[in-house]
């Protein structure tokens, strides 16, 4: 049974997706600090590095945003350019921005610019084959699509209604484009509530909202839905037992069952995560007390790299494993673990220091 929990306090509007009863993803917005990811601007060049491959782009925030471009690709200082943000600014790093656009539909994502083809890694066997010849049937000329995993068992009128409202919103943006001056916001991808309707809303969900404003707006965007007020002292995550496990994550160090923990570090090139023992020895020899507490830790990593949105390169020093078949019995269970993560999440491969390397694609939230 899946629920998703809505909350809105101190300009803050949270949202919790649970999957019988456990925490599955988990989604947040400031009013007073919102996301750019996903964000479309008309941007200005500021300046442009043909050594580097690089531009920088005045979007009128007080960074500019990075470009990395290819060889052909030569822009002038003042040129208007329409770029959309893929990841936001770490540390000293302004926020990164791509040329190659896509909007995301409830079953398809549309790259107007990319004439790219593909379908969601969940979806395999023949209903892959089919969704991929039908995705090359009605993508418009010299534009992309990349078939979603809700689109699984979807005909072609369903896909084709998707994409007519990707389409509209694209003329929107193109238009917005034409009218304005650089630097200028042309489509937000920050709308918390449509983001959920859009990623994670099913006929059978319901849906607890703890703020009567969101409730009402909910009912308007989906009126068919089981939307419930939470009207109740208790503060809407704590009734569903999951306000410690959301606190965690902002927590940097965390406890396994068995008594060790995992501390995460996020720098600007990529997330560290140590693995630790702490008093943990287990009852059994020392081999099988530190496979119990790798494995304990492997679980914990990809369900906070899931609940986090955590992407880009992730390097895990797991403690070290004397015996090779753990080794290898270890790498196995992250491999069939990942599998469970909607986005993209490799597992490459165990270094001879005995560090393991992920690769996530990050979710827009």
């Known amino acids: 049974m899946k629920k998703i929990l809505v909350s809105h306090k101190n300009n803050e509007t949270c949202a919790a997706v649970l999957i019988d009863n456990e925490l599955e993803a988990f989604y947040s917005s400031r009013e007073d600090n919102p996301k750019l990811v996903g964000n479309i601007y008309k941007g200005r060049v500021k300046n442009f590095l043909p050594g580097m491959r690089a531009a920088f782009i005045d979007i009128g925030r007080d960074k500019n945003v990075f470009l990395q471009t290819n060889s052909p690709q030569k822009f002038s200082a003042e040129q208007s350019i329409l770029i959309q943000i893929e990841k936001e600014a770490v540390g000293t790093k302004g926020a990164r921005a791509t040329l190659n656009v896509s909007l995301a539909g409830k079953f398809l994502i549309f790259l107007p610019t990319l004439g790219y083809v593909g379908v969601s890694n969940k979806i395999q066997?023949?209903?892959?084959?089919?969704?991929?010849?039908?995705?090359?049937?009605?993508?418009?000329?010299?534009?992309?699509?990349?078939?979603?995993?809700?689109?699984?068992?979807?005909?072609?009128?369903?896909?084709?209604?998707?994409?007519?409202?990707?389409?509209?919103?694209?003329?929107?943006?193109?238009?917005?484009?034409?009218?304005?001056?650089?630097?200028?916001?042309?489509?937000?991808?920050?709308?918390?509530?449509?983001?959920?309707i859009r990623d994670e809303f099913t006929a059978d969900v319901e849906i607890f909202v703890d703020n009567l404003k969101i409730f009402r707006r909910l009912q308007e965007l989906i009126p068919d839905a089981k939307i419930i007020f939470h009207d109740d002292s208790a503060q809407i995550f704590e009734s569903f037992g999951i306000a410690e496990e959301i606190s965690n994550l902002n927590k940097r160090e965390l406890p396994l069952p068995s008594g060790g923990q995992i501390v995460i570090d996020k720098t600007e090139a990529l997330i560290a995560i140590d693995v630790n023992t702490g008093k943990f020895i287990g009852r059994s020899n020392f081999d099988e007390t530190i496979l119990k507490t790798n494995l304990e830790a492997a679980e914990l990593i990809l369900k906070q790299l899931k609940l986090r949105d955590l992407g880009g390169i992730i390097v895990v020093d797991f403690i070290d494993m004397g015996n090779d078949a753990h080794k290898k019995f270890l790498m196995n269970f992250l491999r069939e673990r990942a599998q469970h993560d909607r986005n993209k999440t490799k597992i490459v491969d165990m270094t001879p220091l005995g560090l393991v390397e992920i690769t996530r694609h990050g979710s827009r939230r």
């Open 125 to 196: 066997g023949e209903e892959r084959l089919r969704l991929h010849a039908l995705a090359k049937k009605i993508r418009p000329k010299e534009s992309g699509l990349i078939v979603r995993t809700a689109a699984e068992g979807c005909e072609e009128n369903i896909l084709l209604e998707d994409l007519a409202a990707l389409q509209k919103l694209w003329e929107k943006i193109s238009e917005r484009y034409s009218k304005r001056k650089s630097p200028a916001l042309l489509y937000s991808d920050n709308d918390l509530l449509e983001k959920i």
